[in-house]
């Protein structure tokens, strides 16, 4: 082939970047841009970024800091685009000299226009935020072949303003696709060979309701279940303040509904939730959590704790500790609080010491470790039904995960991949499961 260029995409953070840089592929594709597994051979270099947290931050400034000698070396194009290059904008431009465009978390749609802008040597920064329908990272992801699990955008933004996040400020205000327009996407993906979809948002729960006339998420979820030769249906993330009953009772009522949620807590203390402005309390959180399990029992919960809080006491932290006992999570993902730009709780006083924040962070991860590894033990000699995504990172193994979310190794032939298997399970570790292949189903 002649003059095809490549194209490199880097992705730090979270699902919704993943599912950004599938669009951004697809975009540039159309631009003569193929993908590239090896940046060393890349003419466009796009890094999609992530500043939840500050080290994810300091992780790509140090990502873009190897590009410098690199780009005395060789012409290639180096883009910034996701929540960093939102936050900063034009200064990003300035603060890395060697960059040649930033796009924000609005702003997919004029990629092609920057990237032509930028091969002619102009350097552009495009952090608008578009608040309506035209946005391109709401667009349906072009169908290619291959793979039996799909990310579908249902809604982006979130309206909550959490103290301690930065969501809001660099995602912008809720907006909800059209329910047709999922349904339609996920018709076609199931064509194509798509057998579970993971439905996407900053807080799926609060779907359709600021839209005259959609669904609801419960309602949404109803409709994608009705769709012939979908086998499964998850979700990610939930706000608990916004479970309905109504989506609750979806656990009983919908068998393609896998049997995991994520539901992050946060904090385990009425004190720090209010102060996190999370909308519930300890007792609120607990009783939609037992409302879940009585829905559909064996449900695997996994949520998010962040410790080291403003003014978060040894109290306060021990009523953490206790929630996570109460809630007997699958497994969770633990931050010790950092402070970002422009949230409210960056101003707060009661800064607990890093050493303190440290020992929390450890303290709420051996708690967590024991928890998973007794309820991964509590599998052994069950039989599972895994959707099979691929081989193990060492090659020698296929991988998939059960309806629970848990991922399981086991050897079988490749061909299986794409498939629906039967598997009997052998061993627990820390993070995955060992079986064995009983039937193909
Ligand atoms: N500090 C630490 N953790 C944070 N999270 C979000 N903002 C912060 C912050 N400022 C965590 C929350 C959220 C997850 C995606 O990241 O637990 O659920
Ligand atoms: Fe952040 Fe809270 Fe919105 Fe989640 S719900 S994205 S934690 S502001």
């Known amino acids: 082939m002649t003059g095809e260029k490549l194209l490199y995409i880097e992705t730090f953070g979270c699902q919704m970047n993943v599912s950004d840089s599938e669009k951004v592929a697809a975009l540039l594709k159309s631009e003569g841009y193929a993908p590239t597994a090896?940046?060393?051979?890349?003419?466009?270099?796009?890094?999609?970024?992530?500043?939840?947290?500050?080290?994810?931050?300091?992780?790509?400034?140090?990502y873009l800091g190897r590009f410098r000698g690199l780009k005395r070396e060789r012409r290639f194009l180096l883009g910034v685009g996701g929540c960093v290059a939102q936050q900063e904008g034009e200064r990003l431009l300035k603060r890395v000299p060697w960059l040649d465009l930033v796009f924000g978390t609005h702003n997919l749609h004029l990629l092609p226009e920057m990237v032509r802008a930028a091969e002619q040597g102009e350097r552009r920064a495009a952090v608008d935020f578009i608040d309506n329908e035209t946005r391109l990272d709401l667009f349906p992801r072009a169908d290619e072949a291959g793979g039996a699990t799909r990310f579908v955008t249902v809604m982006q933004g979130c309206d909550n303003f959490c103290s301690y996040c930065i969501v809001p400020y660099v995602r912008g205000r809720e907006i909800s696709r059209r329910s047709a327009e999922i349904v339609e996407e996920i018709r076609n993906a199931v064509a194509a060979g798509v057998r579970e979809v993971t439905l996407l948002g900053q807080n799926v729960n609060s779907y359709g309701l600021k839209t005259p006339g959609e669904l609801t998420f419960a309602g949404l979820l109803r409709e994608i279940s009705a769709i012939d030769g979908l086998e499964r249906i998850r979700f990610t993330t939930s706000h608990p303040k916004d479970i309905s009953p109504d989506l609750i009772a979806c656990f009983a009522e919908l068998p393609k509904l896998c049997a995991h949620i994520h539901l992050p807590a946060q904090a385990g203390s009425d004190i720090i939730l209010e102060r996190m402005n999370r909308g519930y309390s300890r007792q609120e959180y607990l009783a939609k959590v037992a409302a879940l399990k009585a829905a559909r029992p064996g449900i695997q919960i996994t949520g998010d704790i962040i410790v080291g809080f403003p003014g978060e006491t040894e109290d306060d932290f021990?009523?953490?500790?206790?929630?996570?006992?109460?809630?007997?999570?699958?497994?969770?993902?633990?931050?010790?609080?950092?402070?970002?730009?422009?949230?409210?709780?960056?101003?707060?006083?009661?800064?607990?010491?890093?050493?303190?924040?440290?020992?929390?962070?450890?303290?709420v991860q051996e708690l967590q470790r024991d928890m998973t590894i007794e309820r991964h033990a509590g599998f052994v000699g069950t039989c599972q039904a895994v959707l099979v995504?691929?081989?193990?990172?060492?090659?020698?193994?296929?991988?998939?995960?059960?309806?629970?979310?848990?991922?399981?190794?086991?050897?079988?032939?490749?061909?299986?991949?794409?498939?629906?298997?039967?598997?009997?399970?052998?061993?627990g570790y820390p993070n995955s499961l060992l079986g064995e292949l009983t039937t193909v189903q």
């Open 38 to 62: 090896d940046s060393s051979a890349a003419d466009l270099i796009i890094v999609n970024t992530c500043s939840v947290r500050e080290k994810a931050e300091h992780k790509v400034y140090s």
């Open 318 to 363: 021990l009523q953490t500790l206790s929630l996570m006992e109460e809630v007997r999570y699958t497994d969770i993902f633990s931050f010790a609080y950092s402070p970002r730009p422009e949230t409210a709780a960056a101003a707060f006083a009661g800064r607990v010491a890093r050493k303190e924040t440290q020992e929390r962070l450890d303290r």
């Open 389 to 427: 995504e691929g081989m193990s990172k060492r090659g020698d193994q296929l991988y998939g995960r059960t309806d629970g979310n848990l991922i399981v190794n086991f050897a079988g032939d490749p061909a299986l991949i794409g498939s629906l298997v039967d598997v009997r399970i052998t061993r």
